[in-house]
């Protein structure tokens, strides 16, 4: 259902227990049409009256870095299922928005609204003035500015003592790659602080019950006890997960989404668990995890490629309202359950998936957009181009909006002619066909070539933004990774700086 300028809707939000609102303050024709969509300064235990909707505002946000800011962004002009409408009045904001977000969230403002103002007004003050003050700071010998808000790992191994911290007001995010007896105490003690990156830390037992923290991103390896802080709401477990692990999270983790790698251990203590992430799947069977998080409402599923096993156990998961996948493969569209099975789902965006399955799934689910599903299946693949990309870590260009077939299928040969020759110098140098000098010449040339030809591709069209600049980057140092440790077997230590020195002073993109 498409919305009308004006109208108001209303949505439970779980967290609050109480309603929100919403309004939409303007239409944005395109081939897939966008909604502005403003949340609006509202709570109630049920419906609002017509006194009600009469007297509502624009939500003003001024937590952590905005400065009574709307949240008014370009949705898709689709009203999700569980969103009610509740009237229609002239738009509140009439200026136009350049935000523009996935999804609708209502909601989600007020919650971070509610969460700074607990935090005492003193604190808050000091807060803001900081962040507005970018005046240098010497931090355990780290010149920084008063007004950062992170810390990275590199820069906390030169402080001697965490109070140095106190520095630095604003600051919200934390990475730290080792033991430090003073960080979770601090962590515990400051409210700004919403996302912590932790590795190699040492304990068996880690509790962070004190803590504001919004995000968790842990190195779970020897840890068998995590307290979670109420508000936590994404978690991300790396490395290798003990059987003993217990955690404690809110409501068995009623409001928490976590993440893993590779697979989806049963972690005790997560039973409710809401939201499930999984990254570089190869093959991810669906029976365990469902039956491990049975109240499942979002799942998000990324291979590397991977295959999915047992896909029609998803009709389990009857709460599904979200539930996306992309480069994963190994199912039919008849597996996939139909929407009768799964009646609370308002998102189903798969990328990259069998074409016969892309079809079938297509057919099952297109009626159910206008009763407010956001339906995006794109990228349908046939075998054989799932045969030829397999191990083609550009394998994302075919389809990407910018880039042409062309231009796909050169990155892909490019890269299988490189790999295939970095492979053979071992080989020639230990056949005596080569010398270690020559070797390494030969990957300089290599790495010219490589460079050179992403010049030429993109002179001609400049099609090679950020995310390909990065893309480009990253396989090169895979490449060289690869190589690095098959000539270190045969005697040969390469210097990976000049390589990537060439790399550097040759690209024009």
Same mark, same amino acid.
């Given at each position: 259902? !498409? ?232 978690? +991300?477990?790396?490395?290798?997960? +003990?059987? !003993? ?106 990328? +990259? ?10 057919? !099952? ?145």
């Amino acid at each position: 259902m !498409k919305p009308n300028v004006g109208d108001i809707y209303c949505v439970y939000v779980e967290q609050l227990q109480r309603y929100a609102a919403c309004q939409v303050t303007g239409i944005e024709e395109k081939a897939k049409p966008l909604a502005a969509v403003l949340e609006l300064d509202w709570t109630g235990d049920k419906l609002p009256t017509e006194e009600e909707l009469d007297k509502m505002k624009p939500l003003y946000c001024d937590y952590y870095f905005w400065n009574n800011q709307l949240e008014h962004s370009y949705v898709t002009a689709q009203i999700p299922k569980h969103y009610i409408l509740a009237g229609n009045r002239p738009p509140l904001v009439t200026e136009e928005t350049n935000s523009y977000s996935a999804s609708w969230h209502i909601g989600r403002s007020t919650v971070n609204q509610l969460k700074w103002r607990s935090i005492p007004e003193a604190r808050r003050r000091s807060f803001k003035e900081a962040a507005k003050d970018n005046t240098p700071v010497v931090v355990g010998g780290v010149q920084l500015a008063r007004s950062t808000s992170a810390v990275n790992h590199v820069a906390f191994r030169e402080f001697s003592d965490l109070s140095m911290l106190e520095q630095l007001p604003c600051l919200t995010r934390i990475a730290a790659d080792r033991p430090y007896e003073s960080l979770l105490p601090y962590v515990n003690g400051n409210p700004f602080i919403y996302e912590l990156q932790l590795e190699n830390h040492g304990c068996t037992s880690i509790d962070l019950r004190s803590s504001s923290l919004e995000r968790l991103i842990l190195q779970a390896d020897g840890l068998e006890e995590l307290f979670l802080n109420k508000g936590l709401t994404f978690l +991300s477990l790396t490395g290798t997960l +003990s059987p !003993k692990l217990k955690i404690h999270a809110e409501d068995g983790g009623q409001w928490l989404t976590a993440a893993f790698t590779d697979n989806v251990p049963p972690v005790f203590g997560l039973e409710r668990l809401a939201g499930l992430h999984v990254t570089q799947a190869k093959d991810l069977d669906l029976g365990p995890v469902v039956r491990s998080y049975p109240g499942l409402k979002e799942l998000r599923l990324w291979g590397k490629p991977g295959n999915i096993v047992n896909l029609q156990q998803l009709e389990q998961l009857t709460s599904l309202r979200i539930f996306s996948t992309y480069d994963m493969f190994g199912f039919s569209g008849e597996a996939f359950p139909g929407p009768d099975r799964l009646p609370n789902l308002t998102w189903l965006w798969m990328t +990259s998936l069998p074409a016969d399955a892309a079809k079938a799934i297509k057919d !099952k689910y297109k009626k159910e957009v206008s009763k407010g599903l956001d339906l995006s299946i794109t990228k349908p693949r046939k075998p054989e181009w799932l045969a030829e990309n397999l191990n083609n870590p550009f394998r994302d260009w075919d389809g990407r909006e910018h880039i042409t077939a062309a231009q796909a299928k050169k990155a892909m040969n490019l890269y299988k002619k490189t790999l295939a020759a970095m492979t053979t110098l071992p080989e020639q140098i230990q056949s005596g066909g080569m010398t270690p000098a020559d070797a390494e010449y030969a990957l300089h040339t290599l790495v010219s070539g490589y460079t050179e030809t992403f010049n030429k591709m993109d002179r001609s069209s400049g099609f090679i933004e950020t995310v390909e600049r990065e893309e480009i980057y990253t396989v090169l140092e895979d490449l060289l990774s690869g190589a690095k440790e098959q000539l270190s077997a045969a005697g040969v230590e390469l210097d990976m700086d000049k390589l990537f020195d060439t790399f550097d002073k040759l690209r024009d993109f």
